[in-house]
């Protein structure tokens, strides 16, 4: 494909992609254990990181094909398992289903592609789960039947990054897999979809951490949707963009629920510059919007989440979520209230931003503080 007709295909799959997705992890948070569900309007909540290799989470984070992603089991450090707990029951799904996600055989790791789960769910032995093992290849199990990758992955999977999907249709009772954009003959299913399992956890079999995959992993991303094959080259080439809340652990923050951060014009795709946070509040407020790319600390070297009690009293049982080399100020009459975040075309994918919203009731005076909200570019 040449390059005029490969950027025609990525501008057209901006449109194309489905609005809504159920999963999508980036693992691009640096610190702790909260992973963002990215998926703008699912149902699923943020999922929880769980490593016991030497570092814990902090080390599971590597980088990725865009940004950071999540380590496998590195076996030239020894025991050591990395997996994520999304909590989300995948016996749900009874009709149509994709996911997609960027996997590569750590450097390190003997080439051989050793036994592991690249996702599964707790349950019965039928349950929802992907694996594989020294054929190289991706084994995805409890759809009922199985549908299997037609080629041995080792070699892509030893040079580096390689995206695989899976497209899983009800209606015309087949799936494919794609590799690099690239798709498999079908393979026929023997009924529609009934999945089992619950608490479907990403790098492990089940939320135990049991045969961990082998694999490291970036860009999850589940949809209940069957995607074209422009849609899977769309995401074997840049990544989905999108946007979610996050808490950093915070569970008593001042004022919670009083104000709160969304978005709207559409997803936070490279070159939407129609993309707007919104601030909303329970009762009309005066409000700051601290603003920056970072989540871990605060002017680069505090800590986050931070306790604001020490820095004003005003902030007494506030905790900021967010640096703030940007502070936009306002006024909410309940809301949502706009504040522009254009997204020009020169924006490098995978940037990402994180917002938090201070909110004073100009009424009462008592302040509130926002979740975190991550804003990540993409296609």
């Known amino acids: 494909m040449n390059t005029c007709s490969h950027l025609a295909v990525l501008l057209l799959s901006v449109s194309l992609l489905p609005a809504q997705d159920l999963l999508h992890y980036k693992f691009d948070e640096h610190c702790g254990d909260e992973v963002i569900n990215f998926a703008a309007g699912s149902p699923v909540g943020n999922a929880t990181m769980h490593s016991t290799l030497p570092g814990g989470t902090t080390a599971a984070r ?8 999540m380590s496998a089991t590195i076996f030239p450090l020894g025991p050591g398992t990395t997996y994520l707990n999304t909590t989300w029951p995948p016996n749900t799904v009874t009709g149509n289903l994709s996911f997609a996600m960027w996997i590569r055989n750590p450097p390190g790791n003997p080439a051989a592609i050793a036994f592991g789960y690249l996702f599964g769910a707790s349950g019965t032995s039928a349950n929802f789960r992907l694996f594989t093992g020294s054929s190289g290849k991706m084994f995805l199990a409890g759809l009922p039947n199985s549908v299997t990758s037609a080629v041995d992955l080792t070699p892509l999977l030893n040079a580096g990054w390689v995206h695989i999907a899976c497209t899983v ?3 015309a009772l087949q799936a494919i897999w794609y590799i690099n954009g690239v798709a498999d003959p079908a393979v026929t299913l023997t009924a529609p979809v009934a999945i089992l399992g619950t608490d479907f956890t990403i790098g492990a079999r089940a939320n135990t951490g049991s045969n961990p995959s082998p694999l490291d992993t970036d860009e999850f991303l589940l949809s209940q949707n069957v ?4 849609e899977v080259l769309a995401l074997a080439s840049a990544p989905r963009a999108g946007d979610g809340d996050y808490a950093s652990g915070i569970t008593a923050q001042c004022g919670a629920g009083n104000i709160s951060l969304g978005s709207s014009g559409g997803p936070p795709a490279v070159g939407n ?3 707007t946070l919104e601030v909303s509040a329970t009762a009309p407020s005066l409000f700051l919007l601290l603003a920056g790319f970072d989540k871990c600390t605060f002017g680069g070297a505090i800590p986050l989440p ?6 004003l009293p005003l902030l007494s049982g506030c905790w900021i979520l967010a640096d703030a080399p940007v502070i936009l100020n306002g006024v909410v009459a309940v809301g949502p ?8 075309a020169t924006t490098p994918v995978a940037t990402n931003v994180y917002t938090q919203a201070l909110g004073i009731d100009l009424n009462t005076f008592a302040t509130s503080m926002s979740s975190g909200f991550a804003t990540s570019t993409g296609q």
């Open 337 to 344: 209230t706009p504040m522009p975040l254009p997204i020009p």
């Open 227 to 230: 995607w074209t094959p422009a």
């Open 169 to 171: 249709d009800s209606a």
């Open 62 to 69: 590597i980088p990725g094909q865009f940004g950071d992603a």
């Open 306 to 311: 931070l306790d604001g009690t020490p820095i």
């Open 273 to 275: 510059l129609g993309y």
